[in-house]
């Protein structure tokens, strides 16, 4: 009997990526064709599956299986091709998009083998051969949709698992490697169902829950359709350890209504039925509204030698500041607008659902005292040594130049940047007239002078600036951040606000130097997508002057995420004095790198 081999057209991608653990290195392309069953045995902390690959530069080699763990398969996504472990290309899939009704008269789930057994044809026609299997023989188990204008869209359970189930790649691990019990639990701090006044299913996920999966969370929380889908895969992973070496699970919806998903794959018949290789949901599914509920935690530092625990600073060994540090000043421009889109970036990730929530969801912070004792910062000098000859030992007699805390703020971001460009994809600053920009030195946006007529204290004025005729206004650094978060790809738009400190001389003769002589807190802030960035930056900078620069009392937790964090120097501050500042701003605003 003849064998039938496939061939494929595949596209070679122009940037190359990161190599992933795990999977074949093979100096020519391998392309992934499918996913097989999973081992009964537990390896580890992690589902391994048999994974189906083809030599592509060679006509007429057989496709092969290799054990890969079900934690890489995020990443091997079907139809991807991979040479020496990295991803340099896609097989050329049709694209199908549709509105699926979930509901339960609306899909099926089935096998090729149970279809054969039957009576019924095999589903694929030979048109979808990831194995030598004859197809009659396949185990592995799909579901299938019926669409309102007639076709079929079909999907490996496999891939409905890895793409459908949240964002976040510890669900399906979890889902298929521990009790029930155990996985509800490092996807929500309360597995109590709870509804609040309005009538909202409460969920309170997890630090490593992240939005696209609070739908997910919220039905297999509320409603039993959504546990009985989640707990079957549990129970299924659980009983196949004591059977076959391998096992097939069956994975079906978790949700009965409505979503739009994007698929590419195989038209198995022309216009008729299309088999999805690879599918996601592109909105949140219809359903009930949903209240997430998140812990914001407070910091509190607490220092042996420390008069108040809530210092905003840490450390003061002497220090001059440089020419660089008196950044430039500018009234911000009424004519323009600065809460446009930010700029276009090409992303190797693929974000969750692109076309937005389409459901009521909204987020409630909860704040939750917490204690955080930083690495000692006393024998750290807390600036940036900039003179040739300066050493590595600290010396509190030395006199060091130092950026500033704005400029060093800004240079340790960019410097997170460089170290971690697929996370932080831009750094910018507000420019009073061109809007967010990338140039190397930042400039400062000034703050509104209050008018003789305003009735305020003569300290929240003075503030601003003692005498505006002498003295310019205080100013503001305000900064936008791209940021990727890592491991579940949610895009998010970050922004910080560092207060400008007055300068005061320090000593005299050969011994006077100019010192920073306030200490602020940064603001931090995530907005919500109904929020106008302009006219909370103007709102913002204008609570600043009442509140003379205490950013604690700025704090809010809805709709927009806004805290505020402390300037903890690093331990290697020699390098980036603010690093550990610029790290602790990311990660209040849930980019943890």
């Not at 496939?6 to 122009?14: A, D, E, T, V």
Request: proline content about 7%.
């Amino acid at each position: 009997m003849r064998t039938y081999f496939m061939s494929y057209r595949w596209i070679r991608h122009s940037v190359s990526t990161d190599q992933i653990p795990g999977i074949p290195d093979k100096s020519y392309p391998l392309a992934v064709l499918g996913y097989g069953g999973m081992y009964s045995k537990l390896e580890g902390k992690t589902r391994k599956v048999a994974v189906s690959f083809q030599r592509l530069d060679v006509d007429g080699d057989p496709p092969f299986h290799t054990k890969i763990s079900l934690a890489h398969l995020r990443d091997l996504q079907v139809g991807s091709v991979w040479q020496n472990r990295r991803h340099v290309g896609d097989i050329r899939y049709d694209r199908l998009s549709a509105v699926v009704d979930f509901s339960p008269d609306r899909w099926r789930i089935f096998s090729p083998v149970q279809e054969v057994q039957a009576d019924r044809p095999a589903p694929f026609y030979g048109k979808y051969r990831p194995t030598l299997k004859d197809e009659r023989k396949e185990r592995s188990w799909f579901l299938e949709f019926s669409l309102p204008d007639g076709r079929t869209l079909m999907v490996p359970c496999l891939e409905f698992l890895l793409r459908c189930y949240g964002a976040s790649a510890i669900i399906p691990r979890a889902l298929t490697s521990k009790s029930w019990e155990d996985a509800i639990k490092l996807f929500l701090t309360s597995t109590t169902p709870e509804t609040n006044s309005e009538g909202r299913w409460v969920i309170r996920p997890t630090d490593r829950m992240v939005k696209a999966d609070r739908s997910f969370l919220g039905h297999i929380l509320h409603s039993p359709e959504g546990r009985q889908a989640a707990k079957s895969l549990v129970d299924q992973c659980v009983q196949a350890s004591h059977g076959e070496e391998l096992f097939f699970p069956q994975v079906t919806p978790w949700f009965s209504t409505t979503a739009p998903v994007s698929a590419e794959g195989i038209w198995i018949r022309p216009g008729k039925s299309f088999l999805a290789l690879r599918m996601k949901l592109t909105k949140d599914p219809a359903g009930h509204p949903i209240s997430e509920v998140r812990i914001l935690k407070d910091e509190t530092s607490r220092h042996e030698d420390a008069q108040s625990p809530n210092d905003a600073y840490e450390g003061s060994p002497r220090f001059t500041l440089s020419p660089e540090s008196r950044l430039k000043l500018r009234g911000l421009d009424e004519e323009h607008n600065f809460g446009g889109g930010p700029p276009e970036k090409r992303t190797t990730s693929t974000p969750w659902f692109p076309l937005g929530s389409g459901r009521d969801i909204t987020t409630v912070y909860e704040r939750q005292s917490s204690i955080i004792v930083p690495p000692s910062a006393a024998n750290y000098p807390s600036v940036h040594p900039t003179t040739d000859g300066a050493t590595d030992k600290p010396e509190m007699h030395r006199v060091v130049v130092a950026h500033g805390t704005l400029l060093e703020m800004w240079n340790a971001l960019r410097s997170l940047k460089g170290k971690h460009p697929r996370n932080l994809l831009s750094v910018e600053w507000l420019d009073a007239k061109r809007g967010f920009v990338g140039d190397d030195l930042p400039e400062l946006i000034a703050l509104q002078p209050f008018a003789d007529m305003e009735d305020v204290a003569p300290a929240i004025r003075q503030w601003v600036s003692k005498d505006i005729k002498i003295e310019p206004p205080r100013g503001i650094l305000v900064l936008r951040l791209q940021a990727i978060v890592p491991k579940t790809f949610e895009a998010k738009t970050v922004y910080i606000l560092e207060i400008e400190r007055r300068v005061k001389p320090r000593g005299s003769g050969k011994e006077k130097v100019e010192q920073e002589a306030e200490r602020f807190r940064g603001l931090v802030a995530v907005l919500a997508q109904t929020t106008d960035f302009d006219n909370w930056l103007r709102k913002t900078l204008s609570q600043i002057r009442y509140t003379e620069g205490k950013i604690v009392e700025l704090k809010s937790l809805q709709p927009d995420l806004i805290d505020a964090f402390k300037h903890s120097q690093s331990r290697d501050a020699k390098a980036t004095p603010y690093l550990t500042s610029a790290l602790l701003a990311l990660t209040k605003a849930g980019v943890n790198l």
